[in-house]
């Protein structure tokens, strides 16, 4: 069974940084690209960003790009987003999810599985 647990969010003044972090179980982790998607309430899901299997590819939203920077730790299972110069609008709840995605990718549906995300309050 596909297991994807995130950790490392909170509250924090914008300009600030959140390392957000994701355990993965159930898979064989190396074979699968993953993707950090963001939803905030009353709006449609954001893809954030996406990382091949090898940690070689990786591809970011505009709306993140040069602030964030996805990781992964094959030895490990994990996936991370390193989130710098925080604004307001980055105000979500960060998933984890299996699969590569894009801009285009505004549903559930365009990823496999993922888990149940960690509240990211950009706030003074």
């Known amino acids: 069974e596909v297991q994807l647990v995130e950790s490392g969010g909170g509250l924090v003044q914008p300009g600030g940084s959140l390392k957000l972090s994701c355990a993965a179980s159930?898979?064989?982790?190396?074979?699968?690209?993953m993707s950090w998607v963001r939803q905030a309430p009353g709006k449609e899901l954001e893809w954030v960003s996406s990382?091949?299997?090898?940690?070689?590819?990786?591809d970011y939203a505009d709306s993140v790009k040069g602030r964030f920077t996805i990781s992964r730790d094959n030895a490990k299972n994990t996936v991370h987003l390193q989130m710098n110069n925080l604004k307001p609008e980055d105000t979500a709840v960060y998933h984890c999810?299996?699969?590569?995605?894009?801009?285009?990718?505004?549903?559930?549906?365009?990823?496999?599985?993922w888990g149940q995300g960690t509240q990211v309050t950009v706030s003074s």
């Open positions: 999810a299996t699969r590569y995605g894009s801009r285009r990718s505004k549903s559930w549906s365009d990823f496999g599985s």
């Open positions: 159930g898979f064989t982790f190396t074979t699968y690209a």
């Open positions: 990382i091949n299997g090898a940690g070689r590819m990786t």
